[in-house]
């Protein structure tokens, strides 16, 4: 067990956003969190991450409670990628992996040789080294979220959480992200909007609607027309592909 999250109860004002939400993930598994706009995916992922204190519940990290570690205590253990939006960073792409290192390192500590072999990996598993030298603000969506991606990963982190990470990009971006997602060594969590790109690369698949989790399980085994239909109100009819992978078609011309 890499992260599990026990009764997890979050509110805006008078809303409750997440309700009693237990979440436990394997090591090294590839997970996905799937869910209609609001049912609280993003909310639980950044109550995991940190940029929100749960009201109610416990997460567990590694054995120990979340918030008996500092948070760069745990940012060694939990790397994050957020939603993309607009990043108009005025730095090289290698200075931006490079922030990755921050939580290994003392107050004006120097970068030393091992930080910037590491930066060179994480650059070259996304395919882009040979950008170290571009500034960020000069690239294309995909390409800054490559970047944004070996800036997680050279945090070097045992646990990768993504929101949305396929959010705004083309469809060769999308699965040339998914297949990099796909190759590392670690554990990764991820909030998914696309249920074609969740059903293709998660190997395990938590279904939320209007704060609960309402299913949990393979995701060959859990995501089935009718269950997209009680989370989505859409119908839809879900083939294999030669290689056993999962494709949804939706054959509803109008929500129910």
């Known amino acids: 067990m890499s992260i599990k ?11 409750n956003v997440l309700d009693s939400v ?14 209609p706009n609001g049912c609280g995916k993003s909310t639980l992922l950044k109550c995991i991450y940190r940029v929100l204190k749960p009201q109610i519940g416990t997460i567990w ?4 409670l979340l918030n008996s570690y500092s948070v760069k205590e745990s940012s060694k253990y939990i790397s994050v990628m957020a939603q993309h ?8 792409v290698k200075d931006i992996v490079m922030m990755g290192r921050a939580p290994h390192k003392r107050l004006l500590e120097r970068d030393t040789l091992k930080d910037y072999q590491i930066v060179e990996k994480a ?6 080294l040979e950008f170290s030298e571009r500034e960020f603000a000069t690239l294309s969506g995909g390409e ?3 970047v944004l991606l070996a800036r997680a990963l050279a945090q070097d982190a045992r646990t990768l959480i993504l929101d949305e990470p396929t959010n705004h990009l083309d469809i060769t971006y999308q699965l040339q992200l998914m297949r990099i997602l796909k190759k590392q060594d670690i554990t990764i969590f991820a909030a998914m909007h696309d249920l074609n790109i969740a059903a293709m ?10 704060g609960r989790v309402i299913a949990q399980g393979e995701t060959q085994k859990i995501l089935t027309p009718e269950r997209i239909f009680e989370v989505y109100q859409v119908e839809s009819q879900i083939v294999q592909d030669r290689n056993g992978k999962l ?6 011309d109008q929500l129910k």
């Open 5 to 15: 999250v026990e009764g997890l109860t979050y509110s805006y004002g008078h809303q």
């Open 22 to 35: 237990e979440i436990q993930l394997q090591r090294k598994s590839f997970t996905g969190i799937i869910g």
């Open 61 to 64: 990290l590694e054995d120990k």
């Open 85 to 92: 939006n607009s990043y108009q960073f005025d730095f090289k």
């Open 123 to 128: 650059l070259e598993s996304v395919n882009m």
């Open 144 to 146: 800054q979220q490559r």
């Open 201 to 210: 690369y998660c190997d395990y698949l938590y279904i939320m609607k209007a």
């Open 247 to 252: 494709h949804i078609l939706f054959t509803g």
